[in-house]
């Protein structure tokens, strides 16, 4: 089993829509979690950042983790085309280390 | 601003080439990574390394070896390329003191024919 699993979509809305993305972790162990974003043909770029539980919000982003359940989630609020993206969360034990990759999610928000 | 460069976007080579991919990093970071990222896999760990000359074997090391001589560069090598090597690699790197957070390279597209 997989250590992190991500539905890998494709997911399409329409502009403005409220879009959830979601992962499951299985590692207990896990503290730190992290949402990327990828353009096509671009190397990931940091969108949100959470250690341990809670919430986490970002202009339009939310990020939530929830350790009891092991759920990674993140909502984007008001898409944008621009948002059109692989969307990845990723999840470790230890700052510093490898992080551990879930498969991607990819958006697509049209016009 | 941080910066992870991966020297070559684009390579084709030939089954049984030896291939480098090499990637610098401009933040004096201990660490540093190898993945490669295939549709449907994800992103998988080849290599990593915490420390110059230091490697340790990721999730999927087989029929690959790196190289750290200087902290700032993490080469990735493929003494005999296969044709199942065709993929994207993407090289990481992030500081000991940190939040955890990885910055990536732009990626290098490896075909091999």
């Known amino acids: 089993q997989k250590e992190v699993e991500q539905d890998p979509g494709p997911l399409s809305v329409p502009e403005g829509a409220i879009v959830s993305l979601n992962c499951t972790y299985s590692n207990s162990a896990f503290q730190y979690f992290m949402w990327y974003r990828q353009y096509s043909r671009k190397g990931p770029e940091l969108l949100m950042y959470?250690?341990?539980?809670g919430n986490k919000e970002d202009g339009r982003f939310t990020a939530q983790v929830d350790k009891s359940s092991k759920y990674i989630s993140l909502f984007i609020r008001d898409s944008q085309p621009s948002d059109s993206a692989t969307y990845l969360c990723a999840s470790s034990n230890q700052a510093g280390t490898a992080l551990i990759f879930g498969k991607g999610t990819t958006l697509s928000v049209s016009s | 601003d941080v910066k992870v460069t991966q020297s070559s976007r684009y390579l084709v080579k030939r089954t049984g080439e030896k291939v480098f991919l090499e990637c610098v990093q401009d933040?004096?970071?201990?660490?540093m990574f190898w993945y490669r990222q295939d549709p449907g896999l994800g992103l998988r760990l080849i290599y990593f390394s915490y420390d110059v000359k230091m490697k340790e074997k990721g999730d999927i090391p087989e029929g690959y070896s790196v190289s750290r001589e200087k902290k700032e560069r993490f080469s990735l090598i493929l003494e005999s390329a296969s044709t199942n090597q065709t993929s994207m690699y993407l090289c990481a790197s992030s500081g000991r003191v940190t939040t955890g957070e990885l910055f990536f390279g732009e990626g290098s597209r490896l075909t091999v024919l």
């Open positions: 933040m004096d970071h201990e660490n």
């Open positions: 959470t250690y341990s539980s």
